[in-house]
């Protein structure tokens, strides 16, 4: 039982918590509103009105500034609250989404019927919208000049409650001005209500209000319309993002990228931009295969417009480059990295440089080429002391990777001044870091500390990063991931009620964001069912195992070791309740498979027919031999 708990202890340890190289929360996303790329990817030849129900018209990059700066302002009161990304996520490299989005109108600026400056005038029209009389709804005009309102008070950032009820009210002009007919000045009101709504930090109102949105355009009426379909669905992958629903954001934005490559093309530059966002989200979800796909086809646009390196193809490829180590294709890995890296230098993008240099390092260690790695984090660590200061969290985590990087070259010492080196900054923040920046770095330094056995410091840094993200909607899934980790050091240190419970609270978050199919669930499960086994709660226990089994099988397949683990552990649960002929089931397939992928030899196997042979023993029975043929047993091809 130990030595499984070792297993699942490092098996959690690398999808919570990384190695550095891993952490896109941390290095490669940003925490700007997908709606930058929204209104950024729109055909430049699309002049004709958003909607041409009214007189009125708000140029697309009015809109995608007012929708970009309260969606903003949500995720950074949500990190103030909870003290990523989701998540907040430092950029791989946006810089060209501006000049992108003074290239792309989807509005013609028809006339804009202005409110009166006076705040006699103001007072007036807000008083009109707190007693609206019906007659009111019939003038079409009234909806936008409404709407004009709640963006001015957006932009000056007063009163968003008022900016509600404006909007709202705007909302039911232009509802009676489409009667029935498919509104795209509706929809972009549903977007700015949505968008006050999650500046709110009302995150559920938002969602039905996009997906109203969504269903209001009608692609085969035009472009417009298929751009207003995509916005939607961008902006509702969003607003699930914050709320930590990965699995149900990633779904919005597949939508919304099918839209776009309809209507723009397959090779649309635009298009690769969504490809990488979507990848983004894919990688934070730890899906890398579907990463990987849509990273690539990010790179073969750039292909196939044949664009010389840019900065977009850099930051495609510092994905990839993060993606492949991931999966263990560290050479791959590198080239990618240093490609970016160049690009970068190039433009003079000296920091992003320094945060790649960072991830070079960690394929560097990962191939164990320590010097290489140091040389890398160094020249990193210099950048970041000059252009963010001594105690930024950048040269923090520059900090963590070296103590990471000590570590395994067993030389304590240092790793433990790097790691206090960290925790000077991390414990004393310069003003104006996010917190949730802090708590990661705590996370990361506590898995160090944990990797050196000095279990009860690990936990102490887990907690202060519990009360940091303190139960935020938005870091749902980040908890889960701390509370598991806590479970893993609890069980280990002989604690099964606390064990149990950070299991427990972690599986019920990741529950309630969505997250029931991912490979992390499963192990999550297994860990907590191998706490009730300890506590004697058999019943849960094969419940646990049983759920973990039906995730991992479908995530890993029935042939990885961790399913095989799980397999393993629920045997012995059903022997410990009785129920021997399903444990021989079970124990029969696990040494079959360990014998033809590890050989008879392997002392797992040896392990696991041994406890074969006890159970058969006890029923009388006999192991039921997979035949083999000849061939296979003299296993001639070699020979040939």
């Known amino acids: 039982m130990p030595a499984m708990v070792k297993n699942e202890a490092k098996s959690i340890n690398e999808f919570e918590n990384p190695s550095f190289s891993k952490k896109i929360l941390n290095q490669t996303n940003s925490p700007q509103s997908v709606c930058e790329m929204h209104f950024s990817r729109r055909s430049p030849s699309t002049s004709r009105s958003f909607g041409s129900e009214s007189d009125w018209s708000i140029t697309d990059s009015e809109f995608y500034h007012i929708h970009k700066e309260e969606m903003e302002r949500g995720i950074k009161r949500d990190s103030r609250a909870k003290g990523k990304t989701p998540n907040v996520k430092p950029p791989i490299e946006r810089k060209s989404d501006n000049n992108l989005l003074r290239k792309q109108n989807t509005t013609v600026a028809t006339r804009v019927i202005k409110p009166k400056s006076s705040s006699i005038g103001r007072s007036r029209s807000q008083s009109q919208v707190e007693n609206p009389k019906e007659s009111m709804l019939d003038n079409a005009e009234l909806g936008p000049f409404l709407l004009k309102q709640a ?20 909302m039911k002009v232009f509802e009676k001005s489409a009667n029935g007919k498919p509104s795209l000045d509706l929809v972009m009101c549903l977007h700015v209500i949505a968008a006050i709504y999650c500046s709110l930090g009302h995150y559920n109102e938002a969602i039905p209000i996009l997906e ?16 207003a379909k995509f916005a939607s669905h961008m902006q509702l992958g969003d607003t699930y993002a914050m ?46 295969d579907e990463a990987e796909r849509l990273c690539q086809m990010a790179l073969d646009i750039h292909g196939a417009n044949g664009s010389p390196s840019s900065l977009e193809e850099a930051a495609d490829r510092r994905l990839m480059g993060l993606i492949c180590e991931t999966n263990g294709n560290h050479e791959a890995a590198l080239e990618n990295l240093v490609l970016a890296s160049i690009a970068m230098v190039s433009d003079g993008q000296e920091v992003e440089v320094a945060s790649v240099d960072c991830s070079i390092g960690d394929t560097f260690l990962s191939l164990a080429r320590y010097d290489e790695a140091i040389l890398a984090y160094k020249k990193a660590l210099a950048v970041f002391k000059t252009h963010k200061g001594e105690n930024h969290p950048a040269v923090g ?29 991390y414990e004393n923040p310069m003003s104006g870091v996010p917190s949730d920046q802090i708590a990661s770095g705590l996370v990361n330094v506590a898995a160090i500390y944990e990797s050196m056995n000095e279990l009860e410091q690990a936990l102490k ?32 240190l002989g604690n099964q009620t606390e064990s149990y419970n950070a299991f427990k609270n972690a599986v019920s978050k990741l529950r309630a964001t969505g997250e029931k199919k991912s490979a992390f669930f499963g192990i999550v499960l297994n860990q907590m069912g191998l706490s009730c086994v300890q506590l004697c709660e058999l019943n849960e226990a094969a419940k646990l195992f049983e759920e973990a089994k039906v995730v991992l099988e479908k995530e890993y397949g029935p042939y990885h070791p961790e399913t095989l683990g799980v397999y393993s552990n629920l045997a012995g649960t059903y022997d410990a309740m009785g129920r021997v002929d399903d444990a021989i089931d079970l124990m029969e397939y696990i040494v079959v498979v360990r014998e033809e992928k590890l050989g008879t030899a392997h002392f797992d196997v040896v392990d696991e027919k041994r406890r074969l042979d006890e159970l058969l023993k006890e029923t009388g029975r006999v192991r039921n031999r997979k035949t083999m043929s000849l061939e296979n047993l003299l296993d001639v091809n070699t020979y040939l």
């Open 151 to 170: 963006r001015d008070l957006i932009s000056l950032g007063e009163n968003p409650q008022t900016a509600l009820e404006l909007s709202i009210q705007a």
């Open 212 to 227: 109203r949105s969504i269903e209001i355009p009608v692609v085969g009426e035009g472009q417009q319309h298929a751009i």
């Open 243 to 288: 709320l930590g629903q990965l699995e149900n954001s990633i779904m919005c934005y597949t939508k919304g990228l099918e839209v776009q490559r309809k209507v723009l093309g397959v090779t649309d530059p635009r298009v690769g931009e969504t490809c990488r966002y979507v990848a983004e989200a894919n990688f934070q979800a730890m899906r890398f």
């Open 397 to 425: 985590s520059v900090f963590v990777r070296l103590a990471e990087l000590y570590s395994r070259t067993w030389k304590t010492r240092e790793s433990k001044s790097y790691c206090e080196n960290a925790l000077k900054i």
């Open 461 to 492: 840094l887990l907690h202060k990063a519990l009360e940091i993200h303190s139960d935020a909607p938005g870091q749902q899934n980040t908890i889960a991931g701390i509370e598991a980790q806590m479970g893993v050091i609890y069980y280990v």
